[in-house]
C-alpha cells in the first residue's frame, strides 16, 4: 500500500520560515513528477510548485523566488522550503503525484492527506 505522508505545517509569523516534506512509503521503484499544490478556504485548489523526476522545477508566480522545491529520490521524498512567507500564503498544503513505478508496474494517481500551513500577520 503506498501512502504520501505530508509534514512540516504550522502556524508562523509573517516573513518567517517553514519546510514542508512529503514522503511515499511502500515498496517504490521511481516516482514521476511530484507536485505541491495548495488550497484556501473558499478557494479552489492551486498548484503552488512542480519537480520532475530529473529535477527540474517551476513555480507559481506567486510564490516564486520565495519557495524552493526539491526531492530526494532515494528517499522518495519531496520538499518545500518556503521562505518569507505572507497571510496570504495560509492554506492546506497537499502533495501529488500522477504516477509512480513499483517493480515493473506503473500506479496513477497519488495525493497526500494535507498539512495546514498558517500564516500570522
Known amino acids: 500500500q503506498v501512502q504520501l505522508v505530508e509534514s512540516g505545517g504550522g502556524l508562523v509569523q509573517a516573513g518567517g520560515s517553514l519546510r514542508l516534506s512529503c514522503a511515499a512509503s511502500?515498496?517504490?521503484?521511481?516516482?514521476?513528477?511530484m507536485v505541491w499544490y495548495r488550497q484556501a478556504p473558499g478557494k479552489q485548489r492551486e498548484l503552488v510548485a512542480a519537480?520532475?523526476?530529473?529535477?527540474?522545477?517551476n513555480y507559481a508566480d506567486s510564490v516564486e523566488g520565495r519557495f524552493t522545491i526539491s526531492r530526494d529520490n532515494a528517499k522518495n521524498t519531496v520538499y518545500l522550503q518556503m521562505n518569507s512567507l505572507k497571510p496570504e500564503d495560509t492554506a492546506v498544503y497537499y502533495c501529488?503525484?500522477?504516477?509512480?513505478?513499483?517493480?515493473?508496474?506503473?500506479?496513477?494517481?497519488?495525493w497526500g492527506q494535507g498539512t495546514q500551513v498558517t500564516v500570522a500577520s
Open positions: 519537480i520532475t523526476s530529473g529535477g527540474s522545477a
Open positions: 501529488h503525484t500522477d504516477r509512480l513505478r513499483i517493480r515493473l508496474r506503473w500506479y496513477y494517481d497519488y
Open positions: 511502500g515498496v517504490i521503484s521511481s516516482i514521476n513528477d
